[in-house]
């Protein structure tokens, strides 16, 4: 059975009644059996609920009455949302045996929409990180060359997608966490508007950056994944209340009159040139298609990272206080309380994550505030103003995803080293635009390249449109890797 | 640059026992960090206002109306530790 | 040596509403350990906080009862520190932008005088859970946390240090509650904690320019707590002082049962509470129009309401002051008034009678009292027309207490209505007189004194239901004809 179709071929099948949910999510819970030992993209596998799920989505399409473009369908989801009755880990130690008593509003929508969850995907504890190195289980290796890392932070939704162990998945972008791992996986990943996507049920990294979105083969399957999952949400205060278009219709209206922005201080020194290369042959073959190409300047890029660095460690040492081994989670004794819960965060958090909420902390801290958080707060807001100039212009913003393709394991045992990873994919995060990575072609040795596209707030439409026409025109996404 | 006090002060904030080599780990990772941060103080943001939400929403707010509580057991069901309808933690040294 | 005090009250309301501040669980008290409670409230992961509305209203109407100036554009902030009743491990309260500022509650002090204490600030903020200690706090090995009360919403009041003297603390914070309960925003139950206060305690040289060292004292959990509390505080200031010692900067708990204030555990270091503007909650921006709306439906505030029993009843200071010290009775009382308009004559009655029965700030008593504003005025009547007299009609005030029965049934069942027959009356006065010759002797050389005990006679022989008055006249006609 073909488990690398795209979703929107797969339903197609279900309809025709050439085959149903359960055989396939059948052969996808065996090929998870067979294969991801070594690919390590789940964390759980939720097989019996699969199951069930499929079997009900079964019935739907005998009596002809499937709930969707999504019913049936088996999705990875990272392992941030929180799953009723099945434990959320947040690939730390300190969740190891959480089971949450609710779903996120995300799960619900995908319940309600008839998907089949396959399992929890693997991820950088608490989402951070750049290549799913940094989960607290076992790391996630890359479809396309196990010794290579899928990216991160959602790098177990992206790989099982890459893969075949899953037909679709969602994943968290605080930083690049879903548009980083699709373009090292060869998928399409989809940073939505921040408030599009609900976050309640999210357990939080970044408060102010945390950004669900999904991930697909094609344009076509992360449109059909965002329609089912963006909409307002009264749990969330910050989620927009604006009417959610058929993300599919305006996709084959092409890109004909569409004006495109090139950023200088995107094409940067020390970037792998080959990802030049194919970036800049994947701007060519839009002009080609009738876009409007030419160059715009983001002039706060280059600080990006280092806001990004101050004001997302700063809201996760707040964000991850509540670990403390008093209501939920792992507790280490101690002598008294503080002991306790002293020695309960230092065993329960990894390096990472340690190191990250002692910035968060100093950052914050009194005679630091000012000079760090509140200078960043301010940057960010020009990092914003970049883009409203950018978009007085332009209609799209196209850059690479990633300075570099997937590295080996390893590679980047220095912090600022694998930070410098996001620098592509920070600026969109910090101002809240909706942004897709899609495949552009590959290294010499067999590796994904990721285009970026950045639209205005809440046009997710255009960007996934204008994605669409790059990938009609070219047959990367139809690539699969070798897995025997 | 960061002083080992300073760490061991942050560390205590933050609610993490850290070892001695861990401290001082700690202090040469972030310093290398906060080399790279220090560049903001170059950007200038003269009058600038901050950004504390990515989109500009104002005044969402709920009625008071009820909804459900959820059953005691499922709210103790993930508890380390409790005591009957209780949490339980142990004794308290105020800091 | 002498001192000024300085004084200012830090004041945590739990608001009335139906809900938490960030959660649709219910705020009722005294429920069962941990029923109260839902993913949000116990901070679970991946849960977030929305407003609630009404507290918010609730904040607006008291600020604006406070004179302040309410800060249309407002926020919600994280504060940061560890303690395992607060399920986050941070609190959302309001900081730099907080609800409303510069305001001031008009007190009126013992003895006459008021003062107007500044108010700084007043926001929002969410209640912690409850720990219970096996134990005491020092003994203890482990304690017990409950999260009912945790996201409660609470409402924080700081006055500006103008408050000089305990008596004048304890006379702000009667006055603070008794606006909170007339808004209907907070209980005032200081016992269940609906109200609490802290201080923050200074004292300077008479006259002295710059503040003195100030200490803050916590768990004052009533009115006489606070000002035992202060005044121990003043005296343990003041004697150091004089000790030439210096007064140390720090947090004290007032022990009510031994009656003195301790030292909180010294703190290892101090706290660093790294507030930022809560990213899960957006900034409010408050409409003008709601904020007048509030401001429109402000009911009159218990000073004002006294005020104006003085000079549209012609009351004294004292009646009107126990008229209004809840607005059920002041309702109680004006209601009277309308069916019965000598207003002295019903609030020595409300004062005397009803309130012997009940307990005048008990809102809930008053208002179901059995004796309805109606019914009082009817028996007042009945005493005005001369039907009964004034102690008959204190006897059956009592009856229709227990009773709920109208005074007029009451007086005709029981007979008691009084004997205004002026034949009726001659013959009992002639009786009296032939039966106390001795009496209009001692009348003719001048005694006038004997009339009244013939007066007496005659009433006792009515079982006094006759007409004093009459009586009287009828007495002083008879000796001085014959
Ligand atoms: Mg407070
Ligand atoms: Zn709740």
Same mark, same amino acid.
């Given at each position: 059975?073909?488990?690398?179709?795209?979703?929107?071929?797969?339903?197609?099948?279900?309809?025709?009644?050439?085959?149903?949910?359960?055989?396939?999510?059948?052969?996808?819970?065996?090929?998870?059996?067979?294969?991801?030992?070594?690919?390590?993209?789940?964390?759980?596998?939720?097989?019996?609920?699969?199951?069930?799920?499929?079997?009900?989505?079964?019935?739907?399409?005998?009596?002809?009455?499937?709930?969707?473009?999504?019913?049936?369908?088996?999705?990875?989801?990272?392992?941030?949302?929180?799953?009723?009755?099945?434990?959320?880990?947040?690939?730390?130690?300190?969740?190891?045996?959480?089971?949450?008593?609710?779903?996120?509003?995300?799960?619900?929508?995908?319940?309600?929409?008839?998907?089949?969850?396959?399992?929890?995907?693997?991820?950088?504890?608490?989402?951070?990180?750049?290549?799913?190195?940094?989960?607290?289980?076992?790391?996630?290796?890359?479809?396309?060359?196990?010794?290579?890392?899928?990216?991160?932070?959602?790098?177990?939704?992206?790989?099982?997608?890459?893969?075949?162990?899953?037909?679709?998945?969602?994943?968290?972008?605080?930083?690049?966490?879903?548009?980083?791992?699709?373009?090292?996986?060869?998928?399409?990943?989809?940073?939505?508007?921040?408030?599009?996507?609900?976050?309640?049920?999210?357990?939080?990294?970044?408060?102010?950056?945390?950004?669900?979105?999904?991930?697909?083969?094609?344009?076509?399957?992360?449109?059909?994944?965002?329609?089912?999952?963006?909409?307002?949400?009264?749990?969330?205060?910050?989620?927009?209340?604006?009417?959610?278009?058929?993300?599919?219709?305006?996709?084959?209206?092409?890109?004909?009159?569409?004006?495109?922005?090139?950023?200088?201080?995107?094409?940067?020194?020390?970037?792998?040139?080959?990802?030049?290369?194919?970036?800049?042959?994947?701007?060519?073959?839009?002009?080609?298609?009738?876009?409007?190409?030419?160059?715009?300047?983001?002039?706060?890029?280059?600080?990006?990272?280092?806001?990004?660095?101050?004001?997302?460690?700063?809201?996760?040492?707040?964000?991850?206080?509540?670990?403390?081994?008093?209501?939920?989670?792992?507790?280490?004794?101690?002598?008294?309380?503080?002991?306790?819960?002293?020695?309960?965060?230092?065993?329960?958090?990894?390096?990472?994550?340690?190191?990250?909420?002692?910035?968060?902390?100093?950052?914050?801290?009194?005679?630091?505030?000012?000079?760090?958080?509140?200078?960043?707060?301010?940057?960010?807001?020009?990092?914003?103003?970049?883009?409203?100039?950018?978009?007085?212009?332009?209609?799209?913003?196209?850059?690479?995803?990633?300075?570099?393709?997937?590295?080996?394991?390893?590679?980047?045992?220095?912090?600022?080293?694998?930070?410098?990873?996001?620098?592509?994919?920070?600026?969109?995060?910090?101002?809240?635009?909706?942004?897709?990575?899609?495949?552009?072609?590959?290294?010499?040795?067999?590796?994904?390249?990721?285009?970026?596209?950045?639209?205005?707030?809440?046009?997710?439409?255009?960007?996934?449109?204008?994605?669409?026409?790059?990938?009609?025109?070219?047959?990367?996404?139809?690539?699969?890797?070798?897995?025997? | 640059?960061?002083?080992?006090?300073?760490?061991?002060?942050?560390?205590?904030?933050?609610?993490?026992?850290?070892?001695?080599?861990?401290?001082?780990?700690?202090?040469?990772?972030?310093?290398?960090?906060?080399?790279?941060?220090?560049?903001?103080?170059?950007?200038?943001?003269?009058?600038?206002?901050?950004?504390?939400?990515?989109?500009?929403?104002?005044?969402?707010?709920?009625?008071?109306?009820?909804?459900?509580?959820?059953?005691?057991?499922?709210?103790?069901?993930?508890?380390?530790?409790?005591?009957?309808?209780?949490?339980?933690?142990?004794?308290?040294?105020?800091? | 040596?002498?001192?000024?005090?300085?004084?200012?009250?830090?004041?945590?309301?739990?608001?009335?509403?139906?809900?938490?501040?960030?959660?649709?669980?219910?705020?009722?008290?005294?429920?069962?350990?941990?029923?109260?409670?839902?993913?949000?409230?116990?901070?679970?992961?991946?849960?977030?906080?929305?407003?609630?509305?009404?507290?918010?209203?609730?904040?607006?109407?008291?600020?604006?009862?406070?004179?302040?100036?309410?800060?249309?554009?407002?926020?919600?902030?994280?504060?940061?520190?560890?303690?395992?009743?607060?399920?986050?491990?941070?609190?959302?309260?309001?900081?730099?932008?907080?609800?409303?500022?510069?305001?001031?509650?008009?007190?009126?002090?013992?003895?006459?005088?008021?003062?107007?204490?500044?108010?700084?600030?007043?926001?929002?903020?969410?209640?912690?859970?409850?720990?219970?200690?096996?134990?005491?706090?020092?003994?203890?090995?482990?304690?017990?946390?409950?999260?009912?009360?945790?996201?409660?919403?609470?409402?924080?009041?700081?006055?500006?240090?103008?408050? @000089? /003297?305990? =008596?004048? !603390?304890?006379? $702000?914070?009667?006055?603070?509650?008794?606006? +909170? #309960?007339? *808004?209907?925003?907070?209980?005032?139950?200081?016992?269940?904690?609906?109200?609490?206060?802290?201080?923050?305690?200074?004292?300077?040289?008479?006259?002295?320019?710059?503040?003195?060292?100030?200490?803050?004292?916590?768990?004052?959990?009533?009115?006489?707590?606070?000002?035992?509390?202060?005044?121990?505080?003043?005296?343990?200031?003041?004697?150091?002082?004089?000790?030439?010692?210096?007064?140390?900067?720090?947090?004290?708990?007032?022990?009510?049962?031994?009656?003195?204030?301790?030292?909180? @555990? /010294?703190? =290892?270091? !101090?706290?660093? $509470?790294?507030?930022?503007?809560?990213?899960? +909650? #957006?900034? *409010?921006?408050?409409?003008?129009?709601?904020?007048?709306?509030?401001?429109?439906?402000?009911?009159?505030?218990?000073?004002?309401?006294?005020?104006?029993?003085?000079?549209?009843?012609?009351?004294?200071?004292?009646?009107?002051?126990?008229?209004?010290?809840?607005?059920?009775?002041?309702?109680?009382?004006?209601?009277?008034?309308?069916?019965?308009?000598?207003?002295?004559?019903?609030?020595?009655?409300?004062?005397?009678?009803?309130?012997?029965?009940?307990?005048?700030?008990?809102?809930?008593?008053?208002?179901?009292?059995?004796?309805?504003?109606?019914?009082?005025?009817?028996?007042?009547? +009945? #005493?005005?027309?001369?039907?009964?007299?004034?102690?008959?009609?204190?006897?059956?005030?009592?009856?229709?207490?227990?009773?709920?029965?109208?005074?007029?049934?009451?007086?005709?069942?029981?007979?008691?209505?009084?004997?205004?027959?002026?034949?009726?009356?001659?013959?009992?006065?002639?009786?009296?007189?032939?039966?106390?010759?001795?009496?209009?002797?001692?009348?003719?050389?001048?005694?006038?004194?004997?009339?009244?005990?013939?007066?007496?006679?005659?009433?006792?022989?009515?079982?006094?239901?006759?007409?004093?008055?009459?009586?009287?006249?009828?007495?002083?006609?008879?000796?001085?004809?014959?």
């Amino acid at each position: 059975m073909d488990l690398q179709r795209p979703i929107h071929e797969l339903t197609a099948a279900y309809r025709r009644g050439e085959t149903t949910p359960s055989a396939v999510t059948e052969a996808y819970l065996a090929r998870i059996e067979k294969l991801d030992g070594r690919i390590g993209a789940y964390i759980t596998v939720t097989a019996e609920e699969a199951r069930a799920t499929a079997a009900a989505a079964d019935r739907r399409y005998r009596d002809g009455t499937p709930l969707g473009p999504l019913d049936g369908v088996p999705l990875s989801i990272k392992d941030v949302f929180c799953t009723r009755g099945v434990r959320t880990t947040c690939g730390s130690r300190i969740l190891e045996r959480f089971v949450p008593p609710y779903d996120a509003t995300l799960v619900a929508r995908l319940a309600a929409a008839g998907a089949v969850m396959l399992g929890k995907g693997n991820l950088d504890e608490f989402a951070m990180g750049s290549s799913t190195e940094h989960s607290a289980f076992h790391v996630t290796r890359n479809p396309w060359d196990l010794s290579r890392v899928p990216g991160g932070s959602s790098g177990g939704p992206a790989a099982a997608v890459a893969g075949g162990l899953a037909a679709g998945g969602f994943g968290t972008d605080t930083g690049g966490s879903i548009r980083q791992p699709a373009a090292f996986c060869g998928v399409v990943g989809l940073k939505p508007t921040y408030g599009r996507i609900s976050r309640y049920g999210l357990v939080a990294f970044a408060s102010s950056l945390d950004h669900p979105g999904p991930f697909g083969r094609d344009v076509t399957d992360a449109a059909l994944l965002l329609a089912a999952a963006a909409g307002h949400d009264p749990l969330d205060a910050t989620s927009i209340d604006a009417p959610v278009p058929d993300y599919t219709a305006d996709l084959p209206r092409g890109v004909r009159g569409l004006r495109l922005g090139v950023p200088d201080e995107y094409f940067i020194a020390g970037m792998d040139p080959e990802v030049e290369r194919a970036v800049r042959a994947a701007i060519e073959v839009l002009k080609g298609l009738g876009a409007g190409v030419e160059r715009v300047s983001l002039p706060a890029t280059p600080y990006a990272l280092a806001t990004y660095y101050v004001i997302a460690p700063a809201e996760a040492s707040s964000n991850l206080a509540r670990y403390d081994g008093v209501k939920y989670g792992l507790r280490v004794d101690g002598r008294d309380l503080v002991d306790m819960e002293s020695r309960t965060r230092a065993v329960g958090f990894g390096a990472e994550v340690k190191r990250r909420v002692m910035l968060g902390t100093y950052v914050l801290s009194a005679g630091y505030h000012d000079a760090y958080y509140g200078k960043a707060q301010k940057v960010r807001t020009l990092v914003r103003r970049d883009f409203d100039a950018a978009f007085g212009r332009v209609d799209l913003v196209v850059a690479p995803t990633t300075p570099n393709v997937a590295f080996v394991h390893g590679e980047k045992e220095d912090p600022v080293a694998m930070y410098l990873n996001d620098v592509f994919t920070i600026p969109a995060d910090m101002a809240g635009v909706p942004a897709v990575s899609v495949p552009c072609g590959f290294t010499a040795a067999g590796l994904p390249i990721g285009l970026q596209l950045i639209g205005r707030t809440l046009d997710e439409a255009t960007v996934l449109r204008a994605a669409y026409a790059y990938e009609q025109a070219t047959d990367w996404h139809r690539r699969r890797p070798e897995l025997a | 640059m960061i002083s080992r006090e300073e760490v061991e002060h942050v560390a205590r904030l933050a609610r993490l026992a850290l070892t001695a080599e861990e401290l001082e780990r700690m202090r040469a990772q972030l310093n290398a960090i906060l080399v790279h941060i220090d560049a903001l103080r170059a950007v200038d943001t003269e009058g600038v206002e901050p950004t504390s939400h990515a989109v500009p929403v104002v005044n969402v707010m709920r009625e008071d109306e009820p909804r459900a509580c959820f059953p005691r057991d499922a709210m103790l069901a993930n508890a380390p530790d409790r005591s009957g309808e209780f949490f339980r933690v142990p004794r308290i040294i105020e800091d | 040596m002498t001192y000024d005090v300085v004084i200012g009250l830090e004041v945590h309301a739990q608001l009335t509403t139906r809900t938490k501040m960030f959660c649709g669980c219910p705020t009722t008290f005294g429920a069962a350990p941990n029923t109260q409670t839902c993913p949000v409230c116990q901070g679970m992961p991946g849960t977030l906080p929305v407003i609630n509305r009404r507290a918010i209203e609730y904040g607006v109407r008291t600020a604006l009862a406070f004179h302040c100036r309410i800060n249309e554009a407002c926020r919600f902030a994280r504060k940061h520190y560890y303690y395992p009743d607060m399920p986050k491990n941070f609190q959302i309260t309001q900081y730099e932008e907080p609800l409303a500022e510069d305001g001031w509650l008009e007190v009126d002090l013992p003895g006459g005088a008021t003062r107007r204490i500044g108010i700084q600030r007043l926001h929002l903020e969410e209640d912690v859970g409850k720990l219970v200690h096996e134990g005491t706090l020092e003994t203890a090995q482990a304690s017990l946390v409950d999260y009912n009360r945790a996201g409660v919403p609470l409402m924080e009041t700081v006055s500006r240090p103008d408050i @000089r /003297s305990p =008596e004048e !603390a304890a006379a $702000y914070l009667r006055a603070f509650r008794a606006v +909170l #309960v007339s *808004l209907g925003v907070c209980d005032g139950n200081m016992e269940e904690g609906s109200l609490r206060c802290d201080a923050n305690v200074s004292l300077k040289p008479a006259g002295a320019r710059e503040l003195g060292t100030k200490v803050e004292i916590k768990n004052m959990n009533s009115f006489r707590n606070v000002q035992r509390a202060l005044e121990f505080e003043v005296r343990r200031q003041a004697e150091a002082l004089d000790r030439g010692e210096r007064v140390v900067q720090e947090t004290r708990l007032w022990d009510a049962d031994r009656g003195y204030t301790r030292s909180m @555990r /010294s703190k =290892e270091f !101090a706290h660093d $509470y790294r507030y930022f503007p809560e990213p899960d +909650l #957006v900034p *409010l921006a408050l409409d003008r129009r709601w904020v007048e709306d509030i401001r429109g439906a402000l009911p009159e505030l218990p000073r004002a309401r006294r005020q104006r029993f003085v000079s549209a009843y012609e009351l004294p200071e004292y009646d009107a002051g126990i008229l209004t010290q809840s607005r059920a009775l002041a309702e109680y009382y004006e209601a009277a008034v309308r069916e019965f308009a000598q207003p002295k004559i019903v609030s020595n009655w409300v004062m005397s009678e009803l309130l012997r029965e009940l307990p005048g700030d008990d809102e809930r008593a008053i208002a179901e009292a059995p004796i309805t504003p109606a019914r009082l005025a009817g028996l007042l009547r +009945l #005493v005005d027309d001369g039907t009964i007299s004034g102690k008959i009609a204190k006897a059956v005030f009592e009856e229709m207490f227990r009773t709920g029965e109208e005074a007029a049934v009451i007086v005709r069942r029981e007979g008691l209505t009084q004997v205004a027959d002026v034949g009726v009356l001659e013959g009992m006065v002639d009786a009296a007189i032939a039966g106390n010759p001795r009496a209009v002797e001692d009348f003719r050389r001048g005694k006038t004194a004997a009339a009244k005990a013939l007066v007496g006679q005659v009433m006792k022989a009515s079982g006094g239901k006759a007409n004093p008055a009459m009586v009287t006249r009828l007495v002083e006609q008879k000796l001085t004809r014959s």
